[in-house]
C-alpha cells in the first residue's frame, strides 16, 4: 500500500477542519428551526439560542392532526412520486434520442428546445390552454402534465450518456440488439447517477410545486403542502408587507399573528422525505468517489 | 420495437385519460335552480387548504337554510390579486367579488371586466339606507361600482407604549411630539425595566415611516393613508398636496434625526418588517411603536407577558404639535365589492347579495362568521363566536363581509365565547378601544378618511407611485441618519419630483375630486 | 422520398428513436409552442377587455426611459457576474473536496447536511441572517464588539450587500448544487485512478489531471444552461432587500414587481419578459458557440 505522503496529509487534515466547520455553519439555522418547531414558550424571539425554553411537541401534535395540513402533505407525495417517475421515464427516452447526433433532425430539436427554456406566451395563454384541455383543478394531472419534460434535465442526461463509452453500444449493436434494448439494458443502468440526481432534482421540484398549485387548483383538499407552507408563512412573516398596509379592519388582522412555531413544525416535516430518500440515493453517487478513496 | 410502442402508448394513454376524464361531483339539475352568486375571499373559514369539510358543509348549510347557493373561488391570500385578474380575464370567475380598494375597481373600470350597478339597485331600499345612506358606494364618473364590505371598529393605527415604564419613569402617556422624545430618552437611558443594563430602546418601527407616521402628522407634515409617502389630501387644505414641501417637514426629520443619532429609536426601524417590529416589542425591550391598536392594546400584553409578566400597555389615538386638529386619520371604507360582467342574472344576483347580507339578521352574521352552531351562536342579543373544542382557538370565519359600525347589524355586540368573565373582559377592551377612537373624533385629532379621499383616482400618479416611494424613502433614510440636512434632502426631493413630474399628478387627483365632488379644490400646495 | 443524402431516414433504428423523443416533442408542442403567440402582448395594446391595437416597440420604449430601470438593470448584472465569480465555481471545489475525504461516513454526513439550507426558505433565511448580522445584538457584532471594534449595520451600507448577498446565495444553494458534480463523478472510470496510482501520482496529481477533466463536460453543460434564467433573480432579493440599500439591491424583477407591471399590465410584463430572454438566448448561443473550441471532439455543448 502506497503510504500518504505528509502533505497529503496535512491536506487530509485541512480538509476535514474545513469541510467539518462548513457543515456545521450549514446546520446552524437547521438546527435553529428545530428549536422553534419544539418551543412553545418562544415569544418575541431575537435571539439565536438553539435550547428550546419550553419543549413541546405541540406543534407537531397540531401539524399532524390538522386535516388542512396532512392532506397537503399527501397531495404532495402522490405527486412526486407519479410525477417524478412519469418525467425520469420521458426525458430519458428523450436524452437517447437526442443523444444520437447524425439522427435527421437533431439540430431542430435541440433548438426547439433551447427557445421553451427561455421564451414563454405568458401567464394568461397557459391558463387558456390548460383550460381549453380541461385539466383545471383535475389533481394530480394539472401539477404534472403541463411540466413534466425539463428541457434542462434532457440537455444533462444527453450529456452523460456521451461518456458512456461507444464501444458498448457497437458491440450489442453487432449482437443484433434493438435500440431500445441498447437503451434499457446498457445505456440506462451505466446513467444510474445522473438519473439518481436529476430524479433528485425532479423530485424536489414537484414537491415544491406552488405557483401552479394556486393558479390551476380550486379544490381546497388539492392544494400542495408547498401553498400551505407559504399561507402560513405570509400570515407570519409578511412577505405582503401591501397586503397588510391595505386590507384595513379585516376581521382577520384581528387573529393570532405568532405562528412562527408552526410554521417551524412544517418547515421540519418538509425537510424530512429528502432526509430519508437522500442516503439512499448517495450510493449510487458513491462509486466513482468510493474507488478513488479506496486507491488512497 | 414492440417494447418501445407498448411503453409509448402506456406513458401517453396516462395523461390522455386524465385529460379526457369527467370532472367528479356533477350537479344534477334540479327543479328550481336556486340563484348562484360566485364569491372569493381572501379567506374563506382560514386559508385556502384549511378546513375543506367545514367549508363544504358551510356552502350545503348555507344554501339549505337561505336558499341562495354560493359558488366559493379559493384563491390564495398572498397570489390574490393575481390569481383573481387571471381567473376573470379568462370567464373563469363572476359573481360578487371581492377586491382590495378602489384601485383594483379603477383597473377593472379600464379593462372593462365589471358591471355598474346603479340600473339594477336604485329601487332597493336596503341598498339605499345601508350603502348610499352611509356612503359607502364607490362610484367613478357618475355611475356606481363597488360595495364597501365595511370595516371593524377600531381598526386603526394608534401609538402603544409600556405603560409600566411610563409609570416607573413618573410620565403620563405622551399627547405631544415633545413628550414622545422625552419619554423615548428616558426609556433609552433611565433603566426602565430596572434591571441594571442599558439594554432598552424607546420607540421601534418596520419599513421605515410606516410606523412613526404619527410624528410626521404632527408637525403638521402629513404622510398618506399608509404612511409610505407624503402625497396625502388634506382635509384642512381640502385638496391633495405634498407634505414634503410644507415647513413642517423640516422640523419632522429634524426630530427624527434627534431620535435617531441618539439611539431613542430603534437603528434598523428600516430593515425591520412587521414580524421583527412584532417581536422586538414583545420581547419586552422596546417600549413603543405606532401599529394597528388592537394588536398593541389587546393582543401583545399576552404575549409581552411571557417575557416580562409585569408588563402592560396603553394608547395614544393622535400625538399632538404644531398640528393640533385632524392630525391622524382613520381609514373608513375598507375592501369591496364588484360585480363580474359575465355574471348570470346580474339583477337577481346583486340584489340577492344585498338582501341577505344586509337585512337579513342571520344570514349578515352567518356571511361574517360561519356555521350558526359552530363558528359562532345567539346568546340573547350577542353573538358569540365559538371556539374550537380542540384546540381552544376562536373558529375560523367565513368573512364574507364584514361589519361596519352604522350598519343595522352594529347593534349586535359579538363577543368570543368563554366566561362571563372572560367575556365581560373583551367587550371592556372592544368599549375602550371604541372610546378611544370616539374621543378622537369628538375632539377632532381625528378624522375620517372616507372614498374618494383615500386613494388617489389619478392614472399619472400610479405610474410614478413606486418610483416616488423610493425617492421618498431616499430622502426620510438620509435626513433620519444625518447624511443629508433636512433643507438639503428637501431639495434633492423636489429635483426628483420634477423630473417624474409629479406635479402634473397631483393636479390630477385635484381635479378628480372636484368632477365628483362638485366642488373645485382648494388647492393652495406650491409647486416643485 | 424517404432518403437523405443518399441514407435512408426512416431506418428501424431512426423510428425508434423518433419513438423514443415523441413524448417530449409533443410536451414541447402542447405546453410550449401552442402558447406562444402570447409573446407577441409585448408589441400591442392588449386590455383584458381584448386586443386594442399594434403599438410595435412602444412598450420597450416606454420600460426603458422608466427612472430606475437601468439602475436596476446594471444591479442585475453586478449580482449575474459574483454569480459567476463565486456561486458557480463554489459547487466545484465542493465536489472535490468531498472526493478527497476518506472517511466514508463523514462524506456522508456533510452531503447531506450540506443539502438542507436549499430546502428552507428564502424568507427564513433572510430573517435569519438579518438577526446574525443584527447591529445591535447579532452573534458577528457582539463578536466584534467583545474584540473592541464597532458594530457594523450590515444591512445598511449599499455596497457591501452584493456582497453579503453572493455570500449568502453560496452558503444555501453549494451543498445542494454539488449534486450534479457529484453523478459525474461517479461516472469517472476508476480504472483511470489506478493506472495513475501505479504511474506514481499523488492525490493532488489525480484531481487535476483525471477529476477535473472528467467533470468538464458536466460543468461545461451547466455553464452553457445556466444562461438560460441569466437575468432571473427575484425572490432571494426581495425578502433581503430594504430601503436604505435599495441603490444595489434593486434588480429588474424587483423593479418591474413594485411597478405593478407584473399583476396588472400584461403587455408591459410581457415586454420585460421578452427583453430578458433576448438577452438570455444570446448568451447561451454565445456560451455554446465557445464551448466548441473547448470540448474535446470539437462539438458543441448543445
Same mark, same amino acid.
Given at each position: 500500500?502506497? &503510504?500518504?505522503?505528509?502533505?497529503?496529509?496535512?491536506?487530509?487534515?485541512?480538509?476535514?477542519?474545513?469541510?467539518?466547520?462548513?457543515?456545521?455553519?450549514?446546520?446552524?439555522?437547521?438546527?435553529?428551526?428545530?428549536?422553534?418547531?419544539?418551543?412553545?414558550?418562544?415569544?418575541?424571539?431575537?435571539?439565536?439560542?438553539?435550547?428550546?425554553?419550553?419543549?413541546?411537541?405541540?406543534? !407537531?401534535?397540531?401539524?399532524?392532526?390538522?386535516?388542512?395540513?396532512?392532506?397537503?402533505?399527501?397531495?404532495?407525495?402522490?405527486?412526486?412520486?407519479?410525477?417524478?417517475?412519469?418525467?425520469?421515464?420521458?426525458?430519458?427516452?428523450?436524452?437517447?434520442?437526442?443523444?444520437?447526433?447524425?439522427?435527421?433532425?437533431?439540430?431542430?430539436?435541440?433548438?426547439?428546445?433551447?427557445?421553451?427554456?427561455?421564451?414563454?406566451?405568458?401567464?394568461?395563454?397557459?391558463?387558456?390552454?390548460?383550460?381549453?384541455?380541461?385539466?383545471?383543478?383535475?389533481?394530480?394531472?394539472?401539477?404534472?402534465?403541463?411540466?413534466?419534460?425539463?428541457?434542462?434535465?434532457?440537455?444533462?442526461?444527453?450529456? !452523460?450518456?456521451?461518456?458512456?463509452?461507444?464501444?458498448?453500444?457497437?458491440?450489442?449493436?453487432?449482437?443484433?440488439?434493438?435500440?431500445?434494448?441498447?437503451?434499457?439494458?446498457?445505456?440506462?443502468?451505466?446513467?444510474?447517477?445522473?438519473?439518481?440526481?436529476?430524479?433528485?432534482?425532479?423530485?424536489?421540484?414537484?414537491?415544491?410545486?406552488?405557483?401552479?398549485?394556486?393558479?390551476?387548483?380550486?379544490?381546497?383538499?388539492?392544494?400542495?403542502?408547498?401553498?400551505?407552507?407559504?399561507?402560513?408563512?405570509?400570515? &407570519?412573516?409578511?412577505?405582503?408587507?401591501?397586503?397588510?398596509?391595505?386590507?384595513?379592519?379585516?376581521?382577520?388582522?384581528?387573529?393570532?399573528?405568532?405562528?412562527?412555531?408552526?410554521?417551524?413544525?412544517?418547515?421540519?416535516?418538509?425537510?424530512?422525505?429528502?432526509?430519508?430518500?437522500?442516503? !439512499?440515493?448517495?450510493?449510487?453517487?458513491?462509486?466513482?468517489?468510493?474507488?478513488?478513496?479506496?486507491?488512497? | 420495437?414492440?417494447?418501445?410502442?407498448?411503453?409509448?402508448?402506456?406513458?401517453?394513454?396516462?395523461?390522455?385519460?386524465?385529460?379526457?376524464?369527467?370532472?367528479?361531483?356533477?350537479?344534477?339539475?334540479?327543479?328550481?335552480?336556486?340563484?348562484?352568486?360566485?364569491?372569493?375571499?381572501?379567506?374563506?373559514?382560514?386559508?385556502?387548504?384549511?378546513?375543506?369539510?367545514?367549508?363544504?358543509?358551510?356552502?350545503?348549510?348555507?344554501?339549505?337554510?337561505?336558499?341562495?347557493?354560493?359558488?366559493?373561488?379559493?384563491?390564495?391570500?398572498?397570489?390574490?390579486?393575481?390569481?383573481?385578474?387571471?381567473?376573470?380575464?379568462?370567464?373563469?370567475?363572476?359573481?360578487?367579488?371581492?377586491?382590495?380598494?378602489?384601485?383594483?375597481?379603477?383597473?377593472?373600470?379600464?379593462?372593462?371586466?365589471?358591471?355598474?350597478?346603479?340600473?339594477?339597485?336604485?329601487?332597493?331600499?336596503?341598498?339605499?339606507?345601508?350603502?348610499?345612506?352611509?356612503?359607502?358606494?364607490?362610484?367613478?364618473?357618475?355611475?356606481?361600482?363597488?360595495?364597501?364590505?365595511?370595516?371593524?371598529?377600531?381598526?386603526?393605527?394608534?401609538?402603544?407604549?409600556?405603560?409600566?415604564?411610563?409609570?416607573?419613569?413618573?410620565?403620563?402617556?405622551?399627547?405631544?411630539?415633545?413628550?414622545?422624545?422625552?419619554?423615548?430618552?428616558?426609556?433609552?437611558?433611565?433603566?426602565?425595566?430596572?434591571?441594571?443594563?442599558?439594554?432598552?430602546?424607546?420607540?421601534?418601527?418596520?419599513?421605515?415611516?410606516?410606523?412613526?407616521?404619527?410624528?410626521?402628522?404632527?408637525?403638521?407634515?402629513?404622510?398618506?393613508?399608509?404612511?409610505?409617502?407624503?402625497?396625502?389630501?388634506?382635509?384642512?387644505?381640502?385638496?391633495?398636496?405634498?407634505?414634503?414641501?410644507?415647513?413642517?417637514?423640516?422640523?419632522?426629520?429634524?426630530?427624527?434625526?434627534?431620535?435617531?443619532?441618539?439611539?431613542?429609536?430603534?437603528?434598523?426601524?428600516?430593515?425591520?418588517?412587521?414580524?421583527?417590529?412584532?417581536?422586538?416589542?414583545?420581547?419586552?425591550?422596546?417600549?413603543?411603536?405606532?401599529?394597528?391598536?388592537?394588536?398593541?392594546?389587546?393582543?401583545?400584553?399576552?404575549?409581552?407577558?411571557?417575557?416580562?409578566?409585569?408588563?402592560?400597555?396603553?394608547?395614544?389615538?393622535?400625538?399632538?404639535?404644531?398640528?393640533?386638529?385632524?392630525?391622524?386619520?382613520?381609514?373608513?371604507?375598507?375592501?369591496?365589492?364588484?360585480?363580474?360582467?359575465?355574471?348570470?342574472?346580474?339583477?337577481?344576483?346583486?340584489?340577492?347579495?344585498?338582501?341577505?347580507?344586509?337585512?337579513?339578521?342571520?344570514?349578515?352574521?352567518?356571511?361574517?362568521?360561519?356555521?350558526?352552531?359552530?363558528?359562532?351562536?345567539?346568546?340573547?342579543?350577542?353573538?358569540?363566536?365559538?371556539?374550537?373544542?380542540?384546540?381552544?382557538? *376562536?373558529?375560523?370565519?367565513?368573512? *364574507?363581509?364584514?361589519?361596519?359600525?352604522?350598519?343595522?347589524?352594529?347593534?349586535?355586540?359579538?363577543?368570543?365565547?368563554?366566561?362571563?368573565?372572560?367575556?365581560?373582559?373583551?367587550?371592556?377592551?372592544?368599549?375602550?378601544?371604541?372610546?378611544?377612537?370616539?374621543?378622537?373624533?369628538?375632539?377632532?385629532?381625528?378624522?375620517?378618511?372616507?372614498?374618494?379621499?383615500?386613494?388617489?383616482?389619478?392614472?399619472?400618479?400610479?405610474?410614478?407611485?413606486?418610483?416616488?416611494?423610493?425617492?421618498?424613502?431616499?430622502?426620510?433614510?438620509?435626513?433620519?441618519?444625518?447624511?443629508?440636512?433636512?433643507?438639503?434632502?428637501?431639495?434633492?426631493?423636489?429635483?426628483?419630483?420634477?423630473? *417624474?413630474?409629479?406635479?402634473?399628478?397631483?393636479?390630477?387627483?385635484?381635479?378628480? *375630486?372636484?368632477?365628483?365632488?362638485?366642488?373645485?379644490?382648494?388647492?393652495?400646495?406650491?409647486?416643485? | 422520398?424517404?432518403?437523405?443524402?443518399?441514407?435512408?431516414?426512416?431506418?428501424?433504428?431512426?423510428?425508434?428513436?423518433?419513438?423514443?423523443?415523441?413524448?417530449?416533442?409533443?410536451?414541447?408542442?402542447?405546453?410550449?409552442?401552442?402558447?406562444?403567440?402570447?409573446?407577441?402582448?409585448?408589441?400591442?395594446?392588449?386590455?383584458?377587455?381584448?386586443?386594442?391595437?399594434?403599438?410595435?416597440?412602444?412598450?420597450?420604449?416606454?420600460?426603458?426611459?422608466?427612472?430606475?430601470?437601468?439602475?436596476?438593470?446594471?444591479?442585475?448584472?453586478?449580482?449575474?457576474?459574483?454569480?459567476?465569480?463565486?456561486?458557480?465555481?463554489?459547487?466545484?471545489?465542493?465536489?472535490?473536496?468531498?472526493?478527497?475525504?476518506?472517511?466514508?461516513?463523514?462524506?456522508?454526513?456533510?452531503?447531506?447536511?450540506?443539502?438542507?439550507?436549499?430546502?428552507?426558505?428564502?424568507?427564513?433565511?433572510?430573517?435569519?441572517?438579518?438577526?446574525?448580522?443584527?447591529?445591535?445584538?447579532?452573534?458577528?457584532?457582539?463578536?466584534?464588539?467583545?474584540?473592541?471594534?464597532?458594530?457594523?449595520?450590515?444591512?445598511?451600507?449599499?455596497?457591501?450587500?452584493?456582497?453579503?448577498?453572493?455570500?449568502?446565495?453560496?452558503?444555501?444553494?453549494?451543498?445542494?448544487?454539488?449534486?450534479?458534480?457529484?453523478?459525474?463523478?461517479?461516472?469517472?472510470?476508476?480504472?483511470?485512478?489506478?493506472?495513475?496510482?501505479?504511474?506514481?501520482?499523488?492525490?493532488?496529481?489525480?484531481?487535476?489531471?483525471?477529476?477535473?477533466?472528467?467533470?468538464?463536460?458536466?460543468?461545461?453543460?451547466?455553464?452553457?444552461?445556466?444562461?438560460?434564467?441569466?437575468?432571473?433573480?427575484?425572490?432571494?432579493?426581495?425578502?433581503?432587500?430594504?430601503?436604505?440599500?435599495?441603490?444595489?439591491?434593486?434588480?429588474?424583477?424587483?423593479?418591474?414587481?413594485?411597478?405593478?407591471?407584473?399583476?396588472?399590465?400584461?403587455?408591459?410584463?410581457?415586454?420585460?419578459?421578452?427583453?430578458?430572454?433576448?438577452?438570455?438566448?444570446?448568451?447561451?448561443?454565445?456560451?455554446?458557440?465557445?464551448?466548441?473550441?473547448?470540448?474535446?471532439?470539437?462539438?458543441?455543448?448543445?
Amino acid at each position: 500500500m502506497i &503510504q500518504p505522503s505528509r502533505s497529503e496529509r496535512i491536506f487530509q487534515a485541512f480538509n476535514f477542519l474545513f469541510l467539518g466547520l462548513f457543515t456545521l455553519a450549514l446546520l446552524l439555522p437547521v438546527l435553529y428551526v428545530l428549536r422553534r418547531s419544539l418551543d412553545v414558550g418562544a415569544f418575541g424571539e431575537t435571539s439565536l439560542s438553539l435550547i428550546p425554553r419550553e419543549p413541546s411537541l405541540f406543534y !407537531y401534535k397540531a401539524v399532524l392532526q390538522d386535516r388542512g395540513v396532512y392532506q397537503p402533505f399527501l397531495n404532495s407525495l402522490i405527486l412526486t412520486v407519479v410525477g417524478t417517475l412519469l418525467s425520469i421515464a420521458l426525458e430519458s427516452m428523450a436524452a437517447y434520442s437526442l443523444s444520437k447526433r447524425d439522427l435527421p433532425g437533431n439540430r431542430l430539436f435541440i433548438y426547439m428546445m433551447v427557445v421553451t427554456m427561455m421564451f414563454s406566451g405568458g401567464l394568461v395563454p397557459s391558463y387558456l390552454l390548460i383550460k381549453g384541455l380541461g385539466l383545471i383543478d383535475k389533481f394530480p394531472w394539472v401539477l404534472i402534465l403541463p411540466s413534466c419534460i425539463g428541457a434542462w434535465n434532457i440537455f444533462l442526461i444527453r450529456n !452523460y450518456y456521451w461518456s458512456i463509452p461507444a464501444s458498448l453500444n457497437e458491440s450489442a449493436r453487432i449482437d443484433g440488439a434493438q435500440e431500445f434494448t441498447i437503451f434499457s439494458r446498457i445505456v440506462l443502468p451505466l446513467s444510474i447517477p445522473v438519473i439518481a440526481a436529476i430524479a433528485l432534482f425532479t423530485g424536489v421540484g414537484y414537491w415544491n410545486t406552488f405557483f401552479s398549485a394556486i393558479i390551476y387548483i380550486n379544490t381546497p383538499s388539492k392544494f400542495t403542502f408547498a401553498v400551505k407552507l407559504r399561507e402560513i408563512l405570509a400570515l &407570519q412573516m409578511e412577505m405582503q408587507n401591501q397586503f397588510e398596509r391595505l386590507a384595513v379592519g379585516q376581521e382577520l388582522l384581528l387573529q393570532n399573528l405568532n405562528m412562527e412555531g408552526l410554521y417551524s413544525a412544517m418547515i421540519v416535516i418538509s425537510m424530512l422525505p429528502i432526509i430519508l430518500v437522500y442516503p !439512499y440515493l448517495q450510493k449510487h453517487f458513491a462509486k466513482g468517489i468510493m474507488v478513488g478513496s479506496i486507491k488512497g | 420495437m414492440r417494447k418501445i410502442l407498448a411503453l409509448l402508448a402506456v406513458l401517453l394513454l396516462l395523461p390522455g385519460l386524465a385529460v379526457t376524464a369527467k370532472g367528479t361531483g356533477e350537479k344534477t339539475a334540479t327543479a328550481k335552480e336556486p340563484i348562484e352568486i360566485g364569491m372569493s375571499e381572501f379567506q374563506f373559514m382560514g386559508d385556502v387548504s384549511d378546513w375543506p369539510d367545514l367549508k363544504a358543509e358551510y356552502l350545503k348549510e348555507f344554501e339549505k337554510k337561505f336558499g341562495v347557493r354560493i359558488k366559493m373561488n379559493l384563491i390564495p391570500r398572498n397570489n390574490y390579486m393575481e390569481k383573481l385578474y387571471l381567473m376573470i380575464s379568462t370567464g373563469e370567475l363572476t359573481g360578487m367579488i371581492r377586491v382590495f380598494g378602489a384601485q383594483d375597481v379603477l383597473k377593472c373600470i379600464d379593462d372593462g371586466t365589471i358591471l355598474p350597478l346603479d340600473e339594477y339597485v336604485k329601487d332597493n331600499p336596503v341598498y339605499q339606507k345601508e350603502f348610499v345612506g352611509y356612503d359607502n358606494t364607490m362610484t367613478s364618473d357618475g355611475r356606481t361600482w363597488g360595495l364597501f364590505a365595511g370595516y371593524a371598529r377600531s381598526g386603526i393605527f394608534a401609538r402603544m407604549w409600556r405603560k409600566d415604564w411610563l409609570d416607573k419613569l413618573g410620565l403620563k402617556a405622551p399627547e405631544t411630539v415633545e413628550e414622545l422624545y422625552t419619554a423615548a430618552k428616558l426609556m433609552t437611558e433611565n433603566d426602565p425595566d430596572g434591571n441594571g443594563k442599558k439594554d432598552t430602546v424607546g420607540l421601534t418601527s418596520a419599513s421605515g415611516t410606516w410606523c412613526i407616521g404619527d410624528v410626521f402628522h404632527a408637525y403638521d407634515a402629513r404622510l398618506n393613508d399608509t404612511q409610505s409617502n407624503s402625497i396625502t389630501w388634506d382635509p384642512v387644505e381640502n385638496a391633495w398636496g405634498d407634505s414634503m414641501l410644507k415647513p413642517g417637514m423640516v422640523d419632522a426629520l429634524k426630530m427624527m434625526n434627534a431620535l435617531y443619532k441618539n439611539g431613542y429609536l430603534d437603528n434598523e426601524f428600516f430593515t425591520n418588517k412587521g414580524s421583527n417590529m412584532r417581536d422586538k416589542i414583545i420581547s419586552g425591550k422596546y417600549g413603543s411603536t405606532y401599529y394597528w391598536m388592537h394588536w398593541g392594546l389587546r393582543d401583545a400584553p399576552p404575549m409581552i407577558q411571557k417575557n416580562v409578566p409585569t408588563a402592560t400597555t396603553t394608547a395614544v389615538a393622535a400625538l399632538k404639535g404644531t398640528r393640533t386638529t385632524l392630525i391622524n386619520h382613520i381609514v373608513s371604507n375598507g375592501v369591496l365589492h364588484v360585480l363580474v360582467k359575465g355574471t348570470k342574472n346580474p339583477k337577481e344576483v346583486v340584489n340577492s347579495f344585498i338582501n341577505l347580507f344586509y337585512d337579513n339578521k342571520d344570514a349578515h352574521f352567518w356571511g361574517r362568521f360561519g356555521i350558526e352552531g359552530k363558528n359562532w351562536k345567539w346568546d340573547g342579543n350577542k353573538v358569540v363566536q365559538m371556539k374550537d373544542p380542540k384546540t381552544g382557538n *376562536l373558529m375560523p370565519t367565513s368573512g *364574507l363581509i364584514d361589519t361596519h359600525p352604522k350598519f343595522g347589524f352594529a347593534k349586535y355586540p359579538v363577543v368570543p365565547e368563554g366566561s362571563a368573565d372572560d367575556q365581560a373582559k373583551a367587550i371592556a377592551m372592544q368599549n375602550l378601544m371604541d372610546k378611544i377612537m370616539d374621543d378622537g373624533l369628538a375632539d377632532q385629532s381625528l378624522f375620517n378618511v372616507t372614498n374618494l379621499y383615500d386613494n388617489p383616482r389619478s392614472p399619472k400618479y400610479n405610474a410614478i407611485v413606486a418610483d416616488l416611494e423610493r425617492i421618498f424613502n431616499e430622502v426620510i433614510v438620509k435626513a433620519t441618519t444625518g447624511e443629508l440636512s433636512p433643507e438639503n434632502a428637501i431639495k434633492y426631493y423636489r429635483d426628483n419630483m420634477r423630473k *417624474l413630474g409629479t406635479a402634473a399628478a397631483i393636479e390630477e387627483m385635484n381635479a378628480a *375630486l372636484g368632477l365628483a365632488t362638485g366642488r373645485k379644490a382648494d388647492t393652495k400646495w406650491k409647486n416643485y | 422520398m424517404s432518403s437523405l443524402r443518399g441514407r435512408r431516414v426512416f431506418t428501424q433504428t431512426n423510428i425508434t428513436l423518433y419513438l423514443m423523443f415523441l413524448p417530449a416533442f409533443l410536451f414541447f408542442l402542447i405546453f410550449a409552442y401552442l402558447p406562444m403567440p402570447g409573446i407577441l402582448i409585448a408589441f400591442a395594446d392588449y386590455r383584458v377587455s381584448g386586443f386594442k391595437k399594434w403599438v410595435g416597440l412602444e412598450n420597450f420604449r416606454y420600460i426603458f426611459q422608466l427612472p430606475f430601470f437601468w439602475e436596476a438593470f446594471g444591479n442585475t448584472w453586478r449580482f449575474v457576474i459574483l454569480r459567476y465569480l463565486f456561486t458557480f465555481p463554489a459547487p466545484i471545489l465542493f465536489a472535490l473536496l468531498l472526493n478527497e475525504v476518506r472517511l466514508k461516513a463523514f462524506q456522508k454526513t456533510v452531503q447531506t447536511v450540506s443539502t438542507l439550507p436549499h430546502f428552507i426558505s428564502w424568507v427564513v433565511i433572510a430573517g435569519i441572517w438579518s438577526t446574525i448580522l443584527s447591529p445591535n445584538s447579532g452573534y458577528v457584532n457582539n463578536v466584534i464588539k467583545a474584540l473592541g471594534g464597532t458594530p457594523i449595520f450590515f444591512f445598511s451600507k449599499p455596497s457591501l450587500f452584493p456582497w453579503l448577498f453572493t455570500g449568502i446565495s453560496v452558503w444555501k444553494e453549494v451543498g445542494y448544487s454539488t449534486i450534479i458534480y457529484l453523478a459525474a463523478l461517479a461516472g469517472i472510470n476508476p480504472e483511470l485512478y489506478e493506472s495513475a496510482v501505479i504511474d506514481g501520482a499523488g492525490r493532488f496529481k489525480q484531481s487535476l489531471y483525471i477529476t477535473l477533466p472528467g467533470l468538464a463536460q458536466t460543468i461545461l453543460v451547466v455553464f452553457v444552461l445556466s444562461f438560460s434564467g441569466v437575468l432571473n433573480l427575484f425572490e432571494p432579493i426581495y425578502v433581503l432587500q430594504n430601503q436604505m440599500i435599495i441603490s444595489t439591491s434593486e434588480v429588474l424583477d424587483t423593479y418591474t414587481y413594485k411597478l405593478g407591471i407584473v399583476q396588472a399590465k400584461y403587455p408591459l410584463a410581457t415586454a420585460v419578459g421578452f427583453f430578458k430572454s433576448t438577452i438570455a438566448l444570446v448568451l447561451v448561443l454565445a456560451a455554446n458557440f465557445v464551448s466548441r473550441h473547448v470540448t474535446e471532439d470539437k462539438q458543441s455543448i448543445l
